[in-house]
């Protein structure tokens, strides 16, 4: 979870082959747990619809799945793994969270904090139990975040530590005598020893002052670090200007998980860059976790380990004592004459040297941060976790390292869709789990803060729709909360809430949920879109170098995030270590031709240094390689005047824009100074987006491809959560293109029903198919382009309708079929060439019911914090209102059936039928019509087709609503949830049936 609560600051079932970015080292092998099953194999074996209908366990949904530590009854632990197993998901990740209980004391965590002797009989519970019933589980490294563990103390070598400043200031001439000055912060309550690294004086230069940072003459630093006797020191300015005396303390940090204490004795995080740090965790878990029957049953349940986002908090600059040798191991310069433009106070920056070469030197140090952070701490617990057969899943961000080759070091890297600011954030991991060769991108999802009790899943659902469209394709829900805690009030325990006396993160799902009655219909819906991308490999049209691989910053690419992606571009992000990997190379013009088969290479200025143009000279010298091998590259910016990101050893620069001169000499290769010119140098390499559409669009897209069919997800989304105005509905023609040749005709996957159709209309030029998309805000459509016949239809390759003034053309059991809403002729034009008239016959009116019979199931609070009452309410509606807006239920929370009949005239026949369009309906729902059950109905987009069901003369409708809980909590609990406002629930409408004909073409 990236955004503080202190407001501080696919795997397939093959072997993975999980590559090394920093050190070089060697790949290590991991036997994955299951994942989706394989689409029909080419020789039409298999059965496409039951591999989309019913996705394996292994890709359905996860739930994060709080506990109060060790205070976990396993025989409860059991029923939950069935409730979620039941529910239709594939998984839990055990974590320790608790920050709604303010007294901690009553967690008892001498007896029961984290791995203790009840917390690992709950663990054993679990695995238990999930293997029984087919689902993973994951357990994270520690209790809460970030990973700390129980028996460090602040002054260990192991745990994390910081790098604080004293100074005091001297006029020209002036004379310091007296004790190193001491750091600026007191340290953290537990630190006892703190050590001096070095002392320092700097000239003061106003011209390289900033409106935060004291300028100082890089030139002028002197080490005085040799001069301190017993602690104190003696030292004479020039009298050629103000100087200032820097001291430089090396202490731990002091810094605990979040909301703790958890265990006795307390945790306290490690050191995220040494191998002490890291040994200090899997010490704890080889001697104190892992007995025999843990690691046997952690084997068997298929799960992977985790670590949340790194969220160090100090109160100078992160540490660690290998910092000095690592950075001239890596730079070939020492790194102390350089502490005053690094070192941090309180998150800011203290001092600064010129301009350029702070940029230089803070470039410098936070790539060796990243090194070190990539080598000693992820790819380290990723190896140990292969040892035990299991895998790593990871936030990897939160610091300022290189996230996107941390991605590509991780089984499973993962993105959140609360602290992340954009859609660009998750395509930047997206760059380092498909260059790696991996396959899943992980999301922990839904969280929204003060939202607690009122979270909707139309709006997860929205949340979502575009995460998945830039590159996720596994949802961890955030989260399922167990059922209870000491004190606390009903429904039960909840992780996140109440939150310092109010509403806290949303949201506690479950059984204490009355949505739980229809959650099987989420989780099938979130499963099958899980199942279509995590299918084959990943495509995206353009990789975006990123010189600085940061994550959850919100910044984007040029041209292509605000104007490309609107037209139907994909793009991610990939860093210099991704160029090292085996799959970085060129084939056909394409980069890693195996994998997401990049058509080009956009090379923008630093966003985070402001925007210069900078390469490495080994990055440029791989840039020209490829570039050689017929990769198209844009370059954005003053590249033909370059400068390297570090500071340049001596000639460095100059063989630097050597090699770039070359580079920009080849044909394939071209330089830009305005982000609006890239569409048309893309355009001028012949580079072309696989979805096109005339106009610009909120249309989102990702795209997977197989042997047998290329995958297209298309969401009418938005970039953004915080963008407004609200995404409009969508409704015109998009292009995709079939990677591969061969006969092929394109099929509609509904991800809610699980029914795979062939497409009826469309035209095609070569391997470009054009549709119809038409989209809801939020709503999503899967196309499938394969051979005919690929998911068990009947229709072969059939003519189809290339145009048609029908409102609907499909294929049925008499062939091709056009469905109109009002009497007339309709003319279609065929894929062979003929042009076919059909009559329809006279069309029903729409039919708007006027009376509604209601009966409700009201949720209370029970005699125990889990236990619930309900109250049966009967109502007659002649016009349908929110419960809010009804003096039955104004306060009302729980099941709703609404029940109403409607009469269909005597010629009704087969050839009619009807669509019934809900209109507004919060929050999840089912239909019934003549006493048989519906398939699940696009939650977004609440229309759904009942013809088959419909006869001559009365028919019943019923349609079940499931609430959120939040009206009733706000009177059962008004100390918390009083302050939020009645929200608009129930069947609101306005329903209408909108009879249709269909008749045969031809």
Not at 389 to 409: E, F, N, V, W
Request: some cysteine; aromatic content about 8%; overall charge negative.
């Amino acid at each position: 979870m990236h955004e503080r609560i202190s407001q501080r600051g696919g795997i397939s079932r093959r072997t993975v082959l999980a590559a090394g970015l920093v050190a070089g080292t060697a790949a290590t092998l991991w036997t994955a747990a299951p994942a989706a099953v394989a689409l029909p194999a080419a020789d039409g074996s298999g059965s496409g619809g039951d591999w989309f209908a019913d996705p394996s366990a292994s890709v359905r949904p996860k739930f994060r799945w709080w506990w109060p530590d060790g205070l976990v009854d396993p025989d409860e632990i059991a029923r939950e793994i069935d409730q979620i197993a039941d529910a239709g998901f594939g998984g839990v990740e055990i974590a320790a969270v608790h920050h709604s209980i303010k007294d901690k004391s009553v967690l008892d965590v001498t007896h029961h904090g984290w791995g203790s002797r009840p917390w690992r009989d709950g663990v054993e519970a679990a695995l238990r139990r999930a293997v029984r019933r087919g689902v993973t589980v994951d357990i994270t490294l520690g209790p809460s975040w970030p990973v700390a563990m129980p028996g460090l103390t602040p002054d260990d070598e192991a745990a994390a530590q910081e790098l604080v400043h004293g100074r005091a200031m001297l006029s020209a001439g002036a004379t310091y005598q007296g004790p190193v000055p001491p750091p600026l912060r007191e340290a953290t309550a537990g630190v006892t020893r703190q050590r001096l690294l070095a002392v320092q004086a700097a000239r003061v230069e106003p011209a390289n002052t900033t409106r935060k940072e004291t300028g100082l003459d890089a030139a002028s630093v002197r080490d005085l670090t040799d001069t301190v006797t017993d602690g104190t020191v003696t030292w004479t300015a020039p009298d050629d200007g103000d100087w200032v005396l820097i001291s430089y303390w090396r202490r731990g940090s002091g810094q605990q998980p979040e909301s703790g204490p958890h265990s006795a004795p307390a945790a306290y995080v490690v050191d995220h860059f040494s191998a002490d740090g890291t040994a200090a965790v899997t010490g704890y878990w080889e001697n104190q976790l892992l007995t025999p029957s843990v690691r046997q049953l952690l084997r068997a349940a298929g799960g992977v380990f985790f670590e949340d986002s790194v969220e160090l908090e100090t109160d100078g600059l992160t540490w660690t004592p290998l910092l000095p040798d690592a950075f001239e191991e890596h730079t070939g310069r020492p790194l102390l004459p350089y502490l005053p433009a690094i070192v941090l106070d309180d998150s800011n920056q203290v001092f600064a040297f010129e301009a350029g070469l702070t940029r230089q030197i803070r470039h410098d140090f936070w790539e060796t941060v990243s090194g070190l952070f990539n080598r000693h701490h992820l790819r380290a617990l990723r190896d140990w976790a292969h040892s035990l057969g299991m895998g790593l899943r990871a936030q990897p961000y939160g610091l300022q390292t290189d996230a996107i080759a941390s991605a590509a070091i991780l089984d499973i890297p993962e993105g959140e869709s609360l602290g992340f600011k954009n859609l660009d954030d998750f395509r930047c991991l997206a760059g380092g789990r498909d260059m790696a060769g991996h396959t899943v991108l992980s999301c922990e999802a839904g969280a929204y803060n003060g939202s607690a009790y009122s979270t909707t899943w139309d709006r997860f659902l929205r949340t979502m729709g575009g995460a998945y469209a830039a590159g996720v394709n596994q949802t961890v829900v955030h989260g399922f909360s167990y059922a209870t805690a000491p004190q606390v009030s009903w429904p039960g325990f909840a992780a996140f809430s109440p939150y310092n006396g109010a509403p806290g993160y949303g949201e506690s799902w479950g059984p204490r949920q009355p949505t739980w009655r229809h959650i099987t219909d989420v989780s099938g819906y979130l499963g099958r879109v899980h199942q279509v991308l995590q299918t084959g490999t990943a495509r995206a049209d353009v990789a975006v170098f990123r010189q600085t691989g940061y994550t959850a910053t919100g910044i984007g690419a040029s041209w292509l995030t605000s104007t490309g992606v609107p037209l139907g571009w994909t793009h991610q992000f990939i860093s210099g270590p991704l160029l090292d990997l085996p799959g970085a190379i060129v084939s056909g013009g394409r980069l890693a031709p195996d994998g997401p088969a990049y058509k080009a290479l956009l090379i923008d200025g630093d966003f985070f240094y402001g925007s210069t143009p900078t390469l490495s000279v080994d990055d440029a010298g791989k840039v020209l390689k490829l570039a050689r091998a017929g990769l198209p590259v844009v370059l954005l910016g003053a590249f033909d005047q370059a400068l390297t990101p570090g500071v340049p050893a001596p000639g460095e620069t100059d063989r630097l824009r050597e090699i770039l001169d070359r580079l920009l000499a080849l044909p394939n290769v071209v330089r830009v100074t305005d982000k609006t010119a890239i569409g048309d140098a893309l355009a001028g390499l012949g580079v072309t987006p696989d979805v096109r559409h005339a106009t610009s669009s909120t249309l989102l897209n990702a795209h997977r491809a197989t042997r047998e069919a290329d995958f297209y997800y298309l969401c009418n989304g938005k970039h953004a959560e915080t963008v407004k105005p609200p995404v409009a509905a969508i409704d015109h023609e998009v292009t995709l293109r079939r990677t591969q040749d061969g006969a092929t005709v394109p099929y509609l996957l509904d991800p809610w029903t699980g029914e795979a159709v062939r497409l009826a209309r469309y035209t095609r030029d070569g391997r470009d198919f054009t549709l119809r998309v038409a989209l809801q805000p939020g709503q999503t459509m899967i196309v499938a382009l394969g051979r005919p016949g690929l998911f068990g239809d009947r229709n072969g390759d059939r003519p189809y309708a290339v145009a048609t003034d029908a409102d609907a053309v499909l294929f049925t059991r008499g062939g091709l079929t056009v469905r109109a809403s009002a009497a007339g002729t309709v003319t279609t034009r065929l894929s062979s060439g003929r042009t076919v008239s059909t009559v329809v016959p006279a069309v029903p009116e729409a039919i708007t019911p006027t009376r509604w019979q209601v009966e409700v199931e009201d949720w209370y609070p029970g005699s125990e914090a889990t236990r619930t009452e309900t109250v049966s309410r009967s109502l007659t509606l002649d016009t349908l209102v929110p419960w809010s807006q009804t003096a039955e239920l104004a306060d009302s929370a729980g099941i709703g059936r609404y029940r109403t009949t409607v009469a269909l005239p005597a010629d009704w026949d087969e050839s009619h039928g009807a669509l019934l369009d809900l209109g507004q309906v919060s929050d999840t729902f089912r239909v019934t019509v003549n006493g048989t059950r519906l398939a699940p109905a696009d939650r977004l987009h609440p229309v759904v087709d009942v013809g088959a069901l419909l006869r001559r003369g009365d028919n019943t409708i019923e349609v079940e609503v499931a609430t959120p809980l939040i009206n009733r909590l706000r009177v059962a609990q008004p100390a918390v949830f009083g302050g939020v406002a009645r929200q608009a629930y129930g069947l609101v409408g306005p329903v209408r049936l909108l009879p249709y004909v269909q008749a045969t073409v031809g």
